[in-house]
């Protein structure tokens, strides 16, 4: 079991490397463009091309990484109403059932596109660089996002098995 948490805690410290990596770049773009346009009044052909790059990552990963911490919006009206635990234990079951069925739908979509992509031969304008780079993301995101609506649903479903009434 030990093996496991390594890897499970290795996956996020890498998740949260690629965001602030990807974030940092976005910035540095941002500030370059800024500082070639208002300063030199001039600028860098393609730098929001590149600038893609680094979104597409910190996007994906970070919608992964915030299905993991769970800390999004809900409209989770239901479980107030629900009396009982074991009531409340089988409304979570199946909100994580659901949820890992469209974002496996999504993740299996995301696989098709990047072999489309890769098939197509599709690249940037203006510098050249394969499409499937930037958009390689949208399939380790929904990986990821499918690998812990997973890991959810199982730990709901012994919650509920081991649920005492």
């Known amino acids: ?71 999004h919006i809900t409209a989770d009206i239901l479980s107030v109403y629900l009396k009982g635990e074991k009531k409340r234990l089988w409304l979570k079951v199946i909100i994580s059932l659901i949820n890992c069925s469209l974002i496996s739908i999504f993740a299996f979509w995301s696989i098709e596109y990047i072999i489309w992509s890769i098939n197509s031969g599709a690249h940037s304008n203006v510098w050249k660089y394969p499409m499937y780079i930037p958009q390689s993301s949208i399939l380790v995101g929904f990986g990821l996002m499918t690998l812990y609506t997973f890991v959810d649903l199982v730990k709901g479903i012994v919650n509920l098995y081991r649920y005492k009434t």
């Open 1 to 71: 079991m030990n093996i496991v948490h390594t890897i499970w805690s290795s996956l996020l410290v890498i998740q949260r490397g690629i965001m602030i990596l990807s974030s940092s770049l976005i910035l540095l773009g941002l500030g370059v463009t800024v500082v070639l346009r208002y300063v030199f009044q001039t600028g860098l052909h393609g730098l929001e091309e590149l600038i893609i790059i680094p979104a597409f990552w910190m996007y994906f990963i970070g919608a992964a990484y915030g299905t993991y911490k769970k800390e």
